[in-house]
């Protein structure tokens, strides 16, 4: 992890901590934006929340939308229609039920629709800044695997093998750094092997065939 920590410095970051960056880890904007993230490139997601918040920052702004106005704005996101009934419906609960704010534990956040345990424990790691909480995706389900730490099936099976896998002290940063990594060097096909600073480290379970394409080698020191 500390390799992992020096290797993703000057890499474009994930789009969610972009803009938790931007909004200066504002909990409805990091919600909001990992609902949409969910099987979509990281470009479009952070070109489709910036637009859904430059017209409707809060709760109370959204619930002014119509669900066909937040489907204009948030496309071509996948699943656009579901996504945006889903950001309707919570930003309605929020308001009805939370005073529109966000909530700050897992049980709460997991009522709201649209949300699993990925998009509940980015917001708790990002907008709460919890300590205790793993954020797990197909990037850190894969590379896991990849390297060992974990033998699972699915992301959540992932994300409670990595709890007794590795030390507390890199739980909230598994997530950005596995994504950041999955998404330039530890690709899903092909990963870029070859100059990879885990390489002596990594069994490359899984692995069948290699990028032509080194890693670039100022990530490689």
Request: proline fraction near 6%; charged fraction near 20%; include cysteine.
């Amino acid at each position: 992890m500390r390799t992992l920590s020096r290797a993703i410095t000057g890499l474009e970051l994930p789009a969610i901590e972009k803009i938790s960056e931007s909004q200066k880890e504002d909990p409805f904007q990091v919600l909001i934006a990992t609902l949409l993230s969910a099987r979509t490139q990281d470009a479009t997601t952070h070109a489709a929340a910036t637009r859904l918040f430059n017209v409707a920052p809060t709760p109370a702004a959204m619930v002014t939308l119509s669900v066909k106005q937040i489907e204009r704005l948030i496309k071509p996101v996948s699943f656009f229609y579901t996504k945006a009934r889903h950001v309707k419906a919570t930003c309605q609960k929020l308001l009805d039920q939370f005073d529109g704010q966000v909530p700050g534990t897992m049980e709460e956040l997991l009522t709201l629709p649209g949300v699993g345990r990925k998009t509940a424990n980015l917001v708790l790691i990002l907008a709460f800044r919890s300590q205790q909480n793993i954020c797990v995706d197909t990037h850190v389900h894969r590379i896991s695997n990849r390297l060992g730490w974990v033998q699972t099936r699915t992301p959540e099976e992932t994300e409670h093998a990595l709890y007794a896998a590795t030390d507390r002290e890199w739980w909230p940063h598994i997530n950005l750094y596995l994504v950041t990594w999955g998404q330039h060097i530890c690709r899903p096909n092909f990963p870029r092997c070859t100059g990879c600073v885990l390489y002596d480290q990594c069994p490359k379970i899984g692995v069948t065939a290699i990028s032509k394409h080194p890693a670039p080698e100022r990530l490689a020191s």
